[in-house]
């Protein structure tokens, strides 16, 4: 059986940390009956659509965080991801977020063999704060996503997510102990039959 491609992919991790006792994090359902990982929670994201490479990016990413994306990717992907990143959280939560200017580059994954279908996903950090929305409003949502919620990161370790959610998730919490951008980029290589994690400088 022919391997599956590997599609670019953008995910963005929501934290909200104003006003709260201990930081949340932003994790949704995906549909039971979903084709990739149903009844998991996970942040918002999904493929980078065709349309992302010509739209518009407004604002711009820190200078180190987009120094990392061209070490990784050509030019065009380099402006699609971000674009894919906003778009997805529009799509999957009804949520706003008008510019990149916010985002931070934290993390990379690639979907293990054997899966009904492959990504290499791209995971930015953005600030609660920099919803333009109501962040406790849902309603725009497509379906894509139910049950979406601000969760504890203490929480969130209790829910039925994928593994490289639970990575991910734990990489946010060391990255939310150091300033932004990250010292390093972690990046779950799971190309091959066994996984490894190592460092996007």
Excluded at 74 to 88: G, K, Q, Y
Excluded at 172 to 197: K, M, N, Q, T
């Amino acid at each position: 059986m022919s391997e599956l491609p590997i599609k670019d992919a953008a995910t963005v991790i929501v934290i909200r940390k104003s006003g709260l006792d201990a930081p949340r994090v932003l994790l949704g359902q995906r549909g039971h009956g979903a084709v990739f990982m149903p009844g998991k929670f996970v942040f918002p994201g999904g493929a980078v659509d065709a349309a992302d490479f010509d739209t518009p990016l407004h604002g711009a990413m820190s200078a180190v965080c987009q120094a990392r994306l061209a070490r990784e990717v050509d030019p065009a992907l380099a402006h699609a991801l971000p674009v894919a990143t906003l778009r997805e959280l529009r799509e999957e939560t009804g949520l706003v977020i008008e510019d990149v200017t916010g985002l931070s580059f934290v993390f990379r994954a690639i979907t293990p063999p054997n899966r009904p279908r492959r990504f290499d996903a791209r995971f930015f950090l953005a600030d609660a704060s920099l919803i333009s929305s109501d962040m406790d409003d849902f309603s725009r949502a497509e379906d894509e996503l139910s049950h979406l919620q601000w969760v504890t990161l203490e929480a969130a370790r209790t829910f039925d997510m994928p593994s490289v959610t639970r990575i991910a998730l734990r990489e946010v919490e060391a990255v939310l102990r150091a300033p932004l951008p990250p010292a390093h980029v972690p990046f779950y290589d799971h190309r091959g039959a066994v996984g490894s994690i190592r460092s996007l400088v």
